[in-house]
């Protein structure tokens, strides 16, 4: 059997996706800022994509930048806030300590910047209340920037709270909404976000293009100079047939949210019921407040390297966390900031399921866990020391 479980990583494209690409490689293939004819209908086209994903969001046309993805959107957003704020005094930054680096990096440089950063503790859950985001704004904080769902452990935090918290105090919020478009319903007036980033490869659509939402009146700062596409604020020949495949795949996506939830989700409480059974193991994250498709454990005793070797020689793609950090060998920042330590940080296994996963996939990969699990655990002295008492369980 062979599964792929590592759609938080990326996502096969879908076939709406890649027919709506097609035209614009051949037929329809003019630079859209040209003025002939073959330029102009690419133009068109343009807008319409524009006009559909805004639709998508409930916000206007005009608000949708086109990007290379969540990173550079991420970017985008957080410099673009700081700088306003500088112009009015206010040089303080929340944000939580486990965001995506695209946000964490970006805001480490503008720290160096001068920016007072302000990283929110996260709770053994995973879940930010709006309530200690209002009690860290102050009369000099310019942006918050809460992730919509956490791209490693999966939960779903109070964006509509914690946007109205924002909203009456005169606050920009920006969330990196990368894991949760296509997957969560998205209403960006109703939810209180002035600026969003999303990627297309995390629904179904081409890797290499994402959005950056941002409300009417919030003055972007360039991070790519060189032209005037994107009203002048991202410079670069737009590409066309990345950003029809996105629409295409957002339009897809979000038609099916309740449907693709409906099935999911009972399949992912059956996995994580069934990896629970596993001896000193522990989900992380919210159990309820999560994607659909996420699954996340640490196993006490094993590496993490060494469990998704051994399930890809079982048929089964997965991850220990993000793909941006994969080379790295330090444990995920995600988990540290939860409270797992080194020890069981490392020993960690993200499953994220695509919408069409079957019942029988998902007692398979219960099996094939429990199985490689039980096999590093014999042949580990760590697990040795624990089991003879030598050393203690971390995970009870």
């Avoid at 673009?80 to 929340?94: D, F």
């Avoid at 949760?180 to 990627?199: E, R, T, V």
């Avoid at 032209?227 to 950003?243: F, H, S, V, Y």
């Avoid at 039980?374 to 008492?389: A, D």
Wanted: charged letters at 20%; one cysteine or more; aromatic letters at 4%.
């Amino acid at each position: 059997m062979n599964i792929y479980a590592d759609n938080a990583a990326t996502t096969k494209m879908s076939k709406a996706a890649i027919e709506a690409m097609l035209p614009y490689m051949d037929e329809i293939y003019g630079n859209p800022s040209s003025l002939h004819s073959v330029g102009q209908r690419a133009n068109e086209a343009l807008a319409d994509a524009r006009m559909r994903i805004a639709t998508l969001l409930n916000c206007e046309p005009r608000e949708i930048t086109f990007t290379s993805g969540g990173s550079e959107a991420d970017n985008q957003a957080l410099i673009s806030a700081a700088k306003l704020g500088e112009r009015v005094g206010k040089k303080h930054i929340i944000s939580t300590a486990f965001e995506h680096h695209a946000v964490l990096h970006t805001l480490d440089k503008l720290g160096k910047m001068g920016f007072e950063i302000t990283l929110l503790d996260v709770p053994e859950n995973g879940l930010i209340t709006p309530e200690e985001v209002e009690a860290a704004i102050r009369p000099d904080t310019c942006l918050v920037s809460v992730m919509y769902a956490n791209n490693e452990i999966g939960t779903v935090q109070p964006i509509t709270e914690i946007g109205a918290v924002c909203r009456a105090h005169g606050v920009l919020f920006h969330t990196d909404a990368v894991q949760a478009a296509g997957h969560l319903h998205i209403d960006i007036k109703a939810q209180n976000i002035d600026m969003l980033s999303l990627s297309a490869h995390k629904f179904h659509g081409p890797k290499g293009i994402g959005v950056l939402y941002s409300k009417k009146g919030i003055l972007l700062s360039n991070v790519i100079e060189g032209g005037a596409q994107e009203r002048g604020k991202r410079a670069g020949t737009e590409n066309l047939p990345a950003i029809m495949g996105m629409a295409a795949a957002l339009e897809e996506a979000c038609h099916s949210i309740d449907e693709h939830a409906a099935h999911l989700i009972p399949l992912r409480n059956k996995l994580i019921d069934g990896l629970a059974q596993i001896p000193h193991s522990i989900l992380n994250g919210d159990k309820d407040k999560r994607l659909p498709s996420n699954v996340h454990f640490c196993f006490e005793g094993i590496e993490g390297e060494s469990l998704l070797l051994l399930l890809d020689d079982k048929g089964i793609c997965a991850s220990s966390g993000s793909a941006c950090t994969s080379g790295s060998l330090d444990p995920s920042h995600v988990l540290l900031a939860i409270g797992r330590p080194h020890e069981i940080a490392h020993g960690s296994l993200r499953l994220s399921l695509s919408e069409d996963v079957t019942e029988e996939e998902v007692d398979y990969m219960i099996q094939a866990v429990t199985d490689v699990v039980t096999y590093l655990r014999n042949m580990s002295p760590v697990w040795r020391e624990l089991t003879s008492g030598k050393s203690e369980f971390i995970i009870k």
